[in-house]
């Protein structure tokens, strides 16, 4: 019995505490897509039109654009940064794995710290450096900038998928004749596929949800869809409905990669004792 | 000897080179570059010339004063100590219950207070702007119209207390995570035998659970302490700092400086204090926590 009512208790205050963030996603939803609300929270009837900007151009202020130029700017933004962070990170994973040298426990502790130090803080001097080694206001120059903020806990990712794999496959292969960078590259790359699809998205989805590199280092005509959100939210008139459609838009992208990718990112390689 | 540490260095070079030199890059050198501009008095042309520790000056009260300075590093300390405390204890909270419930509502729950770290900066912020929007037309403003309650400027009235919940159920939601994920790692003998023995689901959440999760605790704690010192993106996005700098922390602060009045400088000389803050804090955690155990994480991790 006594039980009974601490587990009422726990619901009771889970609840509680749940209840204003339901109501904030569920409204949220309505007003995506609901049409002429009944006392503005309400719909009346269900229907596309807060997504008209996917046939019409954009207008803040003076300015406009269409949402596909923004969807172009952060695939192309997010996808650099991506590849980037996956590159530098199998590499670097493999030989933190695999390779003994001095200070490597030193890089590792570094990284971790690294990550702990937002990359935020240090977006006077990233400006700076932008701008004098010509990058500034270009989107690959700074999906790189953004890039090397995941690229601490990236390594980290990449030398656990790395030390998963049984030390006899890399002897068997170099006993065979492979130099290092081929054991990399035809034998490990296609082992941790996962690994790989792992940190893409990694990269991929930081990427994708940064705001303050792209607000900052990109020119205010370059919209990334986030600066686009926020520069509609900063105008005087506030469609709600219109900006909850595209903000549904905005976060279709990530999960329909994680859903493709969620495939290889469950098909880890099985490995019996030999014969591999 | 020469030869087989240029042959080490020949098979590493591939591996770490690159990343070490991105790393490098913007990483290195940004936090030495800060501390020089902190020098100057970049501005809007971007041309400079050294001024010696006048930024500083300016900042500490010393001659020329900043008005401002004062009432952003009470609004720092306000807002450091009121997210802090929330994402530790709500995130401690949270995981217990959720661990408590059926597995599915735990789920359900543990989901509901993982969203906020799920979607984008801008969208969260644009519910939070939303949800407590002045007008009747804003979230719970509108609730409040269609029961006939008048309307409360919540982003007027309390700004310091939003912003605090905004960034502190963020914080929470990693937090949750991290505890409920230890707390199913925790032998389940030691909370049934505690029961046997009498122990209420308080003192067992006390006496047992807590203390074995001081390690993810002191992690979480000081994790969050720096990432609520360092950010300042969803203030900017819920309130921009405003009303009247009632919300204006100190990164911020130097944002705002550099990016939005163009005193690059001094904006500069700002970031420079939370770098060095930022470094003693990393001394301090590597004090307590030692190099080793840093290495060894894991078991207890996400």
Redesign the interface.
Known sequence: MKERW??VL??A??AI??A??????V??FL?AFGERMY???LPKEFGFSNFRFLWEPIAWGLEQTTVWAALGNTLAFAITSGL?VT???M??G??LSR?E?RGK?F???LQ???H??????????????L?YVKLLHKVPGVA??R???E??LG?WMAKGFFDGIPWDVERSAMVDGCT??QV?YRIFLPLVKPGIAAVFIWGFLFA??D??YAY?LLPGRVKLL??L??SL?ATEV?D?GY??AL?LL??LPPLLLFVFLQRALLRVPVFGGKGV | MFREKLGRLALLAPFMGPGTLLIAFFYCVPVVLTLLIAFTDMGRTLQWHFIGWANFAKLFGVGARDPIVPRVITNTLVYVAGALPLTVIGGLLLAILSMRVHRGAGLFFRTVFFIPRAVPPVVWGFLWAWAFEGTPYGLFNGIRTAMGLPVVHWLIRYPMLIVILANGFLGISLAMLVFSSAIASIPRDLTRAAEVDGASEWQVARYVIVPMLKWPILTMTAWHLMSFLNSYVYIMLITGGGPYYATEVWALYGYHSAFSYYRYGYGASVMSLLVIVNLVLLLVVVRAFGMRRMLIRGKIEV
Not at chain 1, 116 to 129: K, N, R, S, T
């Open positions: 601490d587990r726990c619901y205050l889970l505490i749940a204003p963030f339901l109501t904030m996603y409204g949220f007003r006392l503005g929270i980037v590159c530098i990170c590499l670097a493999y030989a390779i040298f426990n890089f590792l502790v971790l710290f690294l702990a130090v937002p990359g935020q803080v240090l977006l006077i001097a990233v400006f700076f450096l701008f790189l900038a890039a090397s903020l690229i601490p390594i290092r960078f990399w994708w949800h705001f303050i900052t986030s600066t959100i926020q939210v506030i709600y900006l909850a903000s905005y976060m």
